[in-house]
C-alpha cells in the first residue's frame, strides 16, 4: 500500500473559481478525500474569463492563507508568460514552486 506522504499530489484552480478559492480547493480535497494537498496551481490566467475579475495580486494573497491553514504545502501556476510570472513575484510573500507549462 502506497503511503500519502510517498504521494505528491497537485491540484488547480480553474479561472471561473477565482471568486472563492477556498471552497474550490475544499471541493477538491473533498473530491480527492484529503485533508491537504501538495501544490495548488492557478489553471491558465484568464481573469477577462472570470465571473469576479479578481486581481491577481489579490487572488495570490487568498491562495497564501489556504497554504498558512495547511490546506495546501506550496502554491504554482500554469502557462503563466514571463510578464504575468514577473509580476507575481513582485508581490507573493510564498513564491510559486512551478509554472506548470
Not at 491558465?44 to 491577481?56: D, G, Q, R
Not at 491562495?63 to 508568460?81: D, I, Y
Request: include cysteine; proline fraction near 4%; aromatic fraction near 10%.
Amino acid at each position: 500500500m502506497v503511503k500519502r506522504e510517498d504521494l505528491f499530489i497537485v491540484t488547480k484552480l480553474w479561472h471561473t473559481e477565482y471568486a472563492d478559492p477556498e471552497a474550490a480547493l475544499s471541493r477538491s480535497l473533498a473530491k480527492l478525500k484529503l485533508d491537504y494537498v501538495d501544490c495548488y496551481l492557478i489553471h491558465w490566467p484568464n481573469n477577462l474569463a472570470s465571473e469576479s475579475k479578481k486581481p491577481y495580486h489579490v487572488l495570490w494573497a487568498e491562495l497564501e492563507q489556504l497554504a498558512e491553514k495547511g490546506l495546501t504545502k506550496s502554491l504554482g501556476v500554469s502557462n503563466f508568460g514571463v510578464q504575468l510570472l514577473s509580476d507575481l513575484l513582485c508581490y507573493a510573500k510564498i513564491k510559486p514552486v512551478c509554472n506548470q507549462i
